[in-house]
């Protein structure tokens, strides 16, 4: 076959080809690109020059390529295929979600002589699909909130740092130890173990035994050598929980294990070795605790070399709805059950609610509901008394307006607060303009108090 | 020194996400059999820790997205992507320590290759290969 650059637009089809935005190129009976349009050359990153006779896979290189070729297909077939989504993979390493479409080219007897493939990059349809369903989600960690999707960027960048030493602070039950987990899963370390560990769960003596493992006849009852977590995670993750609750000497052996990676077994005589990497959580407030003399400086600064604060569940009550259906979903398949949804009235009782005990405790309420629940929708009477009561029961038959309405509310009350009452603040983190801001406050009634976050009382 | 090659119709796999089997070679012993084993048919991190298993090394591979590279870099595995070419060859340059990126780079990707080897210089300098490219 003739290959036909469309380098010189000769002729009005090439011409067409050349204004379209959609990717076309062209093979021959040996898998060779014989014509590459100017769309194919800014999708793909590759140029023309350099497309031309090369084969189409190590070109085009989609996620079709080896396995699912369609443009194969095709040929084999002699029907075109319309619409396949897939990927591509640019020559800048970026993933390009595509859809593609094939022909059978013939010349003048009706004689294959080779292919035609159509692409469309669906990149702007796919972030706004993305922006619609406002979806995160990294390892068992699930949200749209953009605070946690920052949180979600920065896990994957720990990750890859194999020996940083991380501080994760948060409320009990934001998931503290779900994140270490992502952290330890998406690192290096990941085939070694993880270990946990609940430091505020033990009386100093033991949490000592616990962390460094002791030798036979270290103390009345030690019979044999035990090993301890540190030992038990050996290149892994040990993931120390409720870091805060330690002893000041507890603290500083754990600061000389972090300063020179070796620790001693209780009544042991040689140093081990330890290779692990350390992962805190702490729902105190850590420099809050070092100011007040509580807890050692120098172990707060070893531990919190990246820090992670996971926002309470009442600052991201978006997450309430997509969480529940993550629940219902996870206890259908582990209890068998075929519960569909969750009837308005009780979302509308979640929503209302100020979850001091965060993801855990939605978990909770999600799966005492499924034990009481005989139907396939949750309805409000399954919730916790304490639930039913935060709102009346009247106020639950709500129409679609009144519940935008109360989110809207909910949303404006806590950014508010966590501004300050600055209310120019608070209307730049809602992303609108400080006059739709007030106008919101008095339409929802919202009630503000005299200072207004501009000056220091 | 232990080197994966992702493998598809005699060549190199155009795209790592989607590869179904690597060709394991160890530098230590050119001689031995040229092992063929099939990927996870997972995600492209399934495939990594596949190969972090297997205490891969170094693996040379068709396109892949900068972010899985990235995910491979943390597990200690060189990456030589968008490599495109016979199998062969590039089984043979690399035990012959032949610099080869650039020769049989994927069309358009010359750059892609040349960041990888200054970064894998300013890193950890792992591979002879690396080292070699230096001089």
Redesign the interface.
């Given at each position: 076959m003739k290959r036909k650059p469309f380098d010189t637009v000769g002729t009005s089809t090439e011409a067409i080809l050349e204004s379209i935005c959609d990717g076309v190129f062209t093979v021959d009976s040996e898998w060779r690109i014989t014509s590459f349009n100017r769309a194919a050359e800014q999708i793909t990153g590759t140029s023309r020059e350099q497309a031309i006779g090369q084969r189409c896979s190590e070109v085009f290189r989609s996620s079709m390529c080896e396995a699912n070729c369609a443009l194969r297909q095709t040929l084999e077939s002699g029907q075109p295929i319309i619409n396949r989504s897939g990927y591509i993979i640019t020559a800048a390493g970026k993933r390009v979600p595509i859809s593609i479409s094939t022909a059978v080219l013939r010349d003048k007897d009706g004689t294959i002589i080779g292919g035609a493939e159509t692409f469309r990059d669906l990149s702007e349809v796919e972030a706004l699909r993305k922006q619609l369903k406002g979806q995160y989600q990294l390892g068992d960690l699930i949200s749209h909130s953009p605070a946690m999707h920052d949180i979600f960027n920065l896990i994957t960048a720990v990750a890859s740092s194999n020996d940083t030493t991380v501080l994760i602070q948060g409320e009990t039950g934001t998931g503290k130890e779900l994140v270490a987990k992502a952290i330890h899963t998406l690192s290096a370390r990941a085939s070694e173990p993880f270990i946990a560990l609940n430091c505020g769960a033990l009386p100093d003596n033991l949490l000592e035994s616990e962390l460094f493992g002791h030798k036979k006849g270290a103390f009345t009852g030690a019979t044999i050598d035990k090993p301890g977590r540190f030992a038990l995670a050996g290149k892994g993750t040990l993931f120390l929980d409720e870091i805060g609750e330690i002893s000041s000497a507890l603290q500083v052996r754990l600061l000389r294990v972090l300063q020179e990676h070796s620790y001693e077994p209780l009544g042991a005589t040689k140093s081990q070795k330890s290779q692990v990497r350390i992962i805190a959580a702490t729902n105190r407030d850590l420099s809050a605790m070092v100011k007040a003399g509580t807890f050692r400086q120098d172990l707060f600064y070893r531990i919190q070399v990246v820090q992670i604060d996971l926002p309470p569940l009442r600052e991201r009550m978006e997450d309430i709805a997509l969480l529940t259906e993550h629940f219902i979903s996870h206890f259908n398949q582990l209890l068998n059950k075929q519960i569909t949804d969750i009837s308005p009235e009780a979302m509308a009782c979640l929503v209302a609610h100020d979850w001091p005990g965060n993801v855990r405790e939605l978990e909770n309420i999600i799966e005492r509901a499924f034990v009481i629940c005989p139907d396939s929708t949750i309805a409000r009477h399954h919730l916790p008394v304490a639930l039913q009561t935060a709102i009346p029961r009247d106020e639950s038959h709500l129409d679609m307006q009144t519940h935008r309405d109360s989110h809207e509310r909910q949303l404006i009350v806590s950014t508010l607060e966590r501004n300050h009452y600055n209310r120019s603040a608070a209307a730049r983190e809602l992303n609108i303009h400080k006059t739709t801001l007030y106008r919101k406050i008095n339409a929802l009634a919202i009630p503000l108090p005299d200072a207004d976050g501009r000056r220091k009382p | 020194m232990k080197a994966a090659f992702t493998i598809?119709d005699g060549?190199i796999?155009?795209?790592f996400?989607?590869?179904?089997q690597i060709v394991v070679i160890q530098r230590s012993d050119p001689s031995s059999t040229q092992q063929c084993t099939c990927l996870p048919t997972g995600s492209a991190?399934e495939k990594i820790?596949f190969l972090?298993?297997q205490q891969i090394d170094v693996l040379v591979c068709?396109?892949?997205?900068?972010?899985t590279?990235?995910?491979a870099?943390?597990?200690?595995i060189e990456v030589l992507?968008?490599i495109?070419g016979c199998q062969q060859e590039i089984i043979k340059c690399w035990l012959n320590d032949q610099p080869f990126e650039q020769h049989f780079a994927?069309?358009?990707?010359n750059?892609?290759c040349r960041q990888t080897r200054r970064r894998c210089r300013r890193g950890r300098g792992k591979t002879d290969h690396f080292k070699q490219g230096e001089s």
């Open positions: - | 598809w060549r796999a155009p795209v996400d989607v590869a179904g991190t820790l972090h298993q068709g396109a892949m997205t900068q972010s590279q990235l995910i870099e943390a597990h200690g992507p968008f495109a994927m069309p358009g990707c750059g892609r």
